[in-house]
């Protein structure tokens, strides 16, 4: 076993590691590093042995639990098989069945699949087939891409363009041209502490009537939106919001995409967040759950008609010059198949909509402990925000982090927001006790 794997001498010497951590306090972590060294079910356990509930479904990705045997057993099969397939101009039969089994969970319609290998690319793919769409339909003057304020759409150059958290942009310098941004939907002086989709907020969607104005909607290309954007603090749409945007959306012929990397796979108690809300976009990107996170895998789905335009041209011609060297990988499939074979033996596409109810009582009866300033809860998530510190944004928030870990459970936090949403295996009474070790963080908590 590798030294620094050993029980006794794990933490002991990560200050001087090699390993850049992605999104994380290098120098403060590498301090008093917090490690897993295994996981099953709904729980980690550090190299000591300690058991933690895991609160985000790992990067809320693990939707059916962690370790899981069949999805296990697939991919060591898998490995031993046939461990790699060039994606271009050759297959696999698993890259097939995949797409059509995933094709068939999606909402109607939305009936094609490309395949990636993370939200990001997801992403990135979506856009490029969107202004590749209007280009090979005579088009290609719609070159516009227009995204929303706090919106998270991965770290690749289109997704970080189109993305709006202030934070993951700025020191990346000018992206992508001709991107524009949507006002975000968060309206807390009206809204706070409401219970699903909040009442007021519908008209944010206007927004995108005046972005049209401004550039002239024959510029646009598509508008990519999470359904409930979770990274930025989980915001959840207003009542009648994604209505709205897929009307104008529709009148002016520009593309919706929704985002559902972290709200597919069964988070809202519906496969898709698409099915929950009942409004159908053009594009939908997804990733993390769609493996259960075992192997990384990501898919976008598209409309026919979308797959139908680029296959006008002559025959031996690729119509698409895109795609991974990783693109249906042999062992995501594997691992993919049997995921949705998981999802569907045990309910779990739609086990958030039994479990909401109960989730959202435990979420909102946190309303009164200290510096609670607001409680947002969709599915099988809930986000508590507390007041930031004065001059010292996050520093709560991390706080709340580092003791929710000391007392058993792994929790994210945007800022100052604890965004909670487990495996969607999770029971009622480990759902109380998720909830009490937040509690008791909350209440120690300067
Ligand atoms: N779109 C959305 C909506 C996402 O949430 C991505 C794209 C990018 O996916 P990849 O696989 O490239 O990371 C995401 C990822 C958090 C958190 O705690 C959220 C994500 C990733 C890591 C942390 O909010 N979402």
Known sequence: MNERAR??????????????MPFSMNRHFKKAPRLVARAEGIHYYTPQGSKLIDGTSGLWCVNAGHCRKKIVEAVQKQ?????????????????FEFADKLASIAPQGL??????????????????LALAYHRVRGEGQRTRLIGRERGYH?????????????????????????VDHLRHTHDPARNAFARGQPKHGAEFAEDLERLCALHDPSTIAAV??????????????????????????SRHGILLIFDEVITAWGRLGKPFATHHFGVVPDLITTAKGITNA???????????????????????????????????????????????QVYEEEGLLTRAAELWPYWEEQAHALKNLPNVIDIRNVGLIAAIEL????????????????????????IRVAADTIALAPPLIIERPQIDELFGIVREALKTLA
Request: proline content about 7%; hydrophobic content about 45%.
């Open 224 to 249: 990519i939106v999470e359904p409930v954007a979770c990274s930025a603090g989980v915001l959840v749409p207003p009542l009648g919001y994604l209505e709205r945007l897929r009307e104008i959306c």
């Open 79 to 95: 490995v031993a098989a046939l461990d790699f397939a060039p994606p271009f101009q050759l297959g696999h039969p698993l890259a």
């Open 111 to 128: 009936s094609k699949v490309f395949f990636t290998n993370s939200g990001s690319e997801s992403v990135d793919t979506a856009l490029k």
């Open 294 to 340: 075992t192997v990384p895998m990501g898919a976008v789905f598209m409309k026919e008609e979308l797959y139908q335009a680029f296959m006008q041209g002559p025959e031996k011609a690729i119509e698409m010059p895109h795609g991974y060297t990783y693109s249906a990988h042999p062992l995501a499939c594997a691992a993919g198949l049997a995921t949705m």
């Open 154 to 178: 991965g770290v690749n150059f289109g997704g970080t363009a189109v993305g709006g958290i202030v934070a993951n942009r700025k020191i990346f310098g000018a992206l992508v041209a001709g």
């Open 387 to 410: 007041a930031p510190r004065e001059g010292a944004v996050g520093a709560r928030g991390l706080d709340a982090h580092l003791k929710a870990f000391e007392r058993g459970a792994y």
């Open 7 to 20: 029980p006794e001498t794990v933490g002991a010497t990560l200050e001087s590691s090699a390993f850049f």
